[in-house]
């Protein structure tokens, strides 16, 4: 009896997360269709790094993207490391393939800032956070979320932000950002608001919030680019400093993923006399 208690409240708290996860992905949405189109502002594309490093332009911007591709090939290391029949294989793969896309993306876009490279740097980066986002609910709401059907829709949402984008930008001359920055946020929310209480097999509860405080660093970083500049003499400005967040937050769940599984039984053979 005291189990099916303990069971049945389980479930209660499983739904209530589950339910105001949901309500905060839904209050995203709302906020921003109140906030209106968010457009690129001219100053978006200055950033506080922009001399000349290795004969690259803008090249502490470019090359701290460096990082995220060995850690990105090491993820996909630690996917084909799964257990066989392991259901998240592929939506995690894909997570990793596509920060990788995002990382070239990125490269590509410091190397000369501008609309156009901006949203191919967004893309990758956009579905990369939806995946991330589909695999935390995955793990902790319905395995179901890490299904063929659930990337296609997380791949197919991103796609479709894009065409949203370059719609808004052709009819009004104003590219409205909004639904690739609500992917962008939805890891955040949803990681915040089910983490603790909710369990899961390949990550830990801690593994999931250490890599947001990664996010949510880089993110800090970010808005202190110029002053962060100012203080390293020059030397390296918050926004490249992001760039090293992210990638920490990256490494974090390439190194942990799938930690948390039992290991194999090991044969234990009687040395021979």
Not at 102 to 130: E, N, R
Not at 159 to 184: C, M, N, Q
Not at 235 to 246: C, E, K, M, P, Q
């Amino acid at each position: 009896m005291a189990a099916d208690v303990v069971l049945s409240a389980q479930a209660v708290s499983r739904k209530a997360t589950a339910a105001m996860m949901a309500a905060m992905a839904l209050a995203g949405v709302v906020g921003l269709v109140a906030w209106g189109p968010v457009d690129l502002v001219p100053h978006v594309h200055v950033f506080a790094d922009t001399g000349l490093w290795l004969g690259v332009p803008n090249g502490v911007a470019v090359l701290t993207h460096l990082p995220l591709v060995p850690l990105g090939f090491w993820g996909l290391w630690r996917v084909w490391r799964l257990p066989q029949g392991e259901p998240l294989c592929w939506i995690w793969g894909w997570f990793f393939v596509c920060q990788m896309l995002a990382t070239v993306g990125g490269m590509w876009y410091h190397t000369s800032p501008g609309d156009t490279a901006f949203i191919w740097d967004q893309l990758p980066k956009s579905a990369a956070c939806s995946l991330f986002a589909f695999a935390f609910l995955a793990e902790r709401i319905n395995p179901r979320f890490g299904s063929s059907a659930a990337i296609g829709v997380a791949l197919g949402g991103t796609l479709l932000g894009g065409i949203w984008w370059l719609y808004t930008l052709h009819a009004s001359r104003l590219g409205d950002l909004r639904p690739l920055l609500w992917l962008e946020m939805l890891p955040v929310v949803l990681v915040a608001t089910g983490a603790w209480t909710l369990s899961g097999r390949l990550l830990s509860r801690q593994d999931w919030l250490r890599s947001q405080i990664s996010f949510l660093v880089a993110q800090t970083v970010d808005w202190l680019d110029q002053p962060i500049h100012e203080w390293t003499s020059g030397a390296i400005g918050g926004h490249s400093i992001r760039h090293l967040a992210l990638a920490a937050c990256v490494g974090w769940v390439a190194f942990r993923l799938g930690k948390g599984l039992p290991r194999p039984a090991t044969e234990h053979r009687v040395p021979p006399s």
